[in-house]
């Protein structure tokens, strides 16, 4: 397999000097040549959706694994914004005269090639691979196995259209085996960034064993702290839509944190409502006194359910939510509500996640949401990229000094002096 990643590597640097309008291209194509294809693709899908079910693979799995009309609108609505989006590559950063005739530019580049190992999701591999088109990144992608014949069939419609664009032929690869993954480890030197999606334990063991740099996210613990100056009126639909409206995902809320002084009021309420959903409730004794519910244990506060479970405790007030949120939350999207400005800020500056909001839910958490057309995923590291990673988190740079005939010696003796002037 090594020499299959060579050939990646090796198309890269004619990837990164690609024009914008030939990338631009190669997403219309692909556009295109997946909605020509839906068919094959939807089959594709059914029988993976099939084999998982006979499987008995878990709900929330299940319904990450589905690629239908709407996943198919939802991502070619990406790709189109994507198209739209200026070109991110070759643009300066910094432009500066350091003497006369010796000029010095910073500016946007890729980073060359990629690993992308994620879950059960299709349509990840359609937005990972618009992604990396747009940024001129090489990319090697490995989806969980649940999801082999939609992935098999998303590759080849897509490898195929971004080669007739004119981008270079091995500028794509897909790993379909679970035991290439270790071989993809192994790659250092050939692979510049792994970006793995799933389990702590799963991103752990990535981290743990390879040389190559890695960025992502592994559990997403995300909370919400309902504020004594909060509005109940907003409360009730911003939790119900951060733990329903898409239960198995990241930035879905698992811990909800209420102040004492509004529980008796806001609980019962609430509960009304997660009931309708079919959301099971887990509270420390101070909540069960209040709604009946499950016993929370010791496990709940830091468990990403991806379920239908929410489990809730009260605190005195916002700096022991922050507290708990700090100690532990996931570092990926945390959110307030309440009408007290002075109080949201507070909870923003001290809170240590990648998004933090107010008055909103937690499942805004998205690069296509935040505008970014599409994201390979969320990062909670502070190295480089942090949230939604976008375009601008699959962009390095590069200095360029443009000069006539200057040599450090100059400067050193002191017979030159630089003058740092900045052009723009």
């Known amino acids: 397999m090594k020499e299959e990643v060579r050939k990646v590597k090796l198309a890269s640097p004619r990837m990164a000097a690609s ?16 909605d020509e294809e839906r068919e094959a693709i939807f089959a594709a899908n059914r029988a993976d959706l099939k084999q998982a079910e006979a499987d008995a693979v878990a709900a929330p799995i299940l319904k990450r694994l589905k690629f239908d009309e709407g996943k198919l609108r939802d991502v070619s609505s990406g790709i189109q914004d994507l198209i739209a989006m200026e070109d991110p590559l070759f643009q300066t950063q910094l432009w500066r005269e350091l003497d006369e005739g010796l000029v010095l530019k910073r500016v946007s580049c890729p980073i060359g090639v990629i690993g992308v190992i994620f879950e059960a999701r299709p349509d990840a591999l359609v937005q990972i691979s618009a992604l990396c088109i747009k940024s001129g990144n090489c990319v090697i992608l490995k989806g969980g196995s649940e999801a082999r014949r939609t992935n098999k069939k998303l590759f ?12 270079p032929e091995n500028c794509m690869m897909q790993l379909e085996d679970r035991s290439e ?9 050939l692979v510049d960034l792994l970006i793995p999606r799933g389990s702590n334990a799963f991103v752990q063991y990535i981290m743990d064993n390879t040389k190559i740099p890695v960025m992502g996210h592994a559990d997403g613990i995300c909370h919400i702290y309902v504020d004594k100056d909060a509005d109940i009126g907003k409360a009730v639909p911003i939790i119900v839509d951060a733990k329903t409206q898409y239960v198995s995902a990241c930035n879905a809320v698992e811990t909800l944190l209420v102040h004492r002084d509004i529980a008796r009021e806001f609980l019962p309420e609430l509960k009304a409502t997660l009931d309708e959903k079919g959301v099971e409730v887990r509270g420390t004794e101070e909540v069960v006194a209040i709604i009946p519910c499950s016993a929370a244990t010791a496990a709940d506060d830091s468990t990403e359910y991806l379920d239908y479970i929410l489990s809730v405790k009260l605190v005195e007030d916002v700096q022991e939510a922050i507290d708990h949120i700090n100690y532990f939350g996931s570092h990926h999207t945390d959110s307030i509500v309440t009408e007290n400005q002075e109080t949201a800020e507070l909870f923003m500056n001290l809170v240590d996640s990648a998004g933090v909001y107010q008055n909103c839910s937690t499942r805004f958490a998205d690069g296509y949401r935040y505008g970014f057309g599409a994201e390979v995923g969320i990062s909670t590291g502070k190295i480089h990229a942090r949230g939604p990673v976008g375009l601008e988190g699959l962009l390095s740079y590069k200095y360029r000094l443009y000069g006539n005939g200057q040599i450090v010696g100059d400067y050193a003796s002191g017979k030159k002096q630089f003058h740092f002037r900045d052009i723009k």
């Open 19 to 34: 024009a914008g309008d030939t990338r631009n291209l190669a997403l219309r194509m692909m556009k295109e040549a997946l």
């Open 156 to 167: 080849e419609v897509i490898s195929a259209a971004v080669q007739k664009a004119g981008l």
């Open 181 to 189: 993954i270790r071989e993809l480890l192994d790659c250092h030197g």
